[in-house]
């Protein structure tokens, strides 16, 4: 079994940041990608940010340039600074991890959400 936890959400008004940090702790042999996702109210979820094992990123067109998906290997840990924030990034935020745990199988976890809200 394998856990995400999510924290660092929040009200912020439009122009601020905020960093979001997701632990993943359990049976953890590897990860291979981490990723973050939003569901905005009444929308599905869409991919935010993903950041593979050899260090590749991805990001949504809306969140480039305002967005950094970092890692910590060591402590499992994904990160997703987020600066310049608009009203159009509230939403909750899913971490997503992939990997195989110590019985090597492969796992698909998800986090339990953090809700950003940001005002005009």
């Known amino acids: 079994q394998v856990q995400l936890v999510e924290s660092g959400g929040g009200l912020v008004q439009a122009g601020g940041s905020l960093r979001l940090t997701c632990a993943a702790s359990?049976?953890?042999?590897?990860?291979?990608?981490m990723d973050w996702y939003r569901q905005a109210s009444g929308k599905p979820r869409e991919l935010v940010a993903d950041l593979t094992g050899g260090g590749s990123t991805t990001y949504a067109d809306s969140v480039k340039g305002r967005f950094t998906i970092s890692r910590d290997n060591a402590k499992n840990t994904v990160y997703l600074q987020m600066n310049n924030l608009k009203p159009e990034d509230t939403g909750v935020y899913y971490c997503?991890?992939?990997?195989?745990?110590?019985?090597?199988?492969?796992?698909?976890?998800w986090g339990q959400g953090t809700q950003v809200t940001v005002s005009s």
């Open positions: 997503n991890a992939q990997g195989r745990t110590t019985g090597f199988a492969t796992f698909n976890s």
């Open positions: 359990g049976s953890i042999f590897n990860i291979a990608t």
